[in-house]
């Protein structure tokens, strides 16, 4: 009996760990992806379904690495994390903070779509989505430390500011 009650704890444990990540709220989150179109030398960040099918079928970008994890709705104290586009550049940018909106409406950037929902401040269990952005590229990228800030930065692209918190990836690359 003792080894039973010990088995159901470990496993609601572990349902717990699936359900709350150290904020209180329980959620389903869906994969912040980062794709890349060399055409265009733009990286492209999606975390719903139609955006991430777009990228690849629509728009023929390349998936390059998962970011991490956005809320695909609202929960409490979130931010929307915007998908921008600009015609004219050519260029993407997945954004939460009110200075990033106002700089890419500023430079004639669409809103196109909400890609999930982010923290604006750090919370236990999260990790920053940093902005990042090549002036010779003319491109805005946002990553994590543990995804691609280590390739960012290797790649001439400059921190600009941490657009929110979101859940981390496993990945190392």
């Known amino acids: 009996m003792l080894k039973k009650r010990k088995m159901l704890r470990a496993f609601f444990l572990l349902a717990a760990g699936v359900l709350m990540v150290g904020v209180g709220y329980a ?3 869906a994969p912040l992806k980062s794709y890349w ?4 030398i733009d990286y492209f960040g999606a975390a719903t379904e139609q955006g991430q099918k777009a ?3 629509a728009f023929g970008y390349s998936f390059v690495r998962l970011e991490g994890y956005v ?13 921008y586009w600009s015609e004219e550049r050519q260029d993407n940018a997945t954004i939460a903070t009110a200075e990033s909106k106002a700089e890419a ?3 004639r950037f669409e809103c196109k779509a909400t890609e999930g929902y ?3 401040n750090e919370k236990p269990g999260t990790v ?3 902005l990042y952005f090549n002036k010779d590229l003319n491109d805005y990228y946002s990553t994590t430390p543990q995804a691609g800030e280590k390739a960012a930065i290797e790649a001439g692209y400059k921190f600009v500011r941490i657009e ?5 990836s496993t990945n190392k690359e």
């Open 27 to 29: 959620q389903t989150t």
């Open 71 to 83: 809320y695909p709705s609202q929960q409490p104290g979130t931010i929307a994390l915007e998908l």
């Open 164 to 168: 929110g918190y979101i859940l981390p």
């Open 105 to 107: 409406l500023a430079a």
């Open 55 to 57: 990228a690849l079928t």
């Open 118 to 120: 982010i923290y604006p």
């Open 128 to 130: 920053p989505l940093k």
């Open 37 to 40: 179109h060399d055409g265009r």
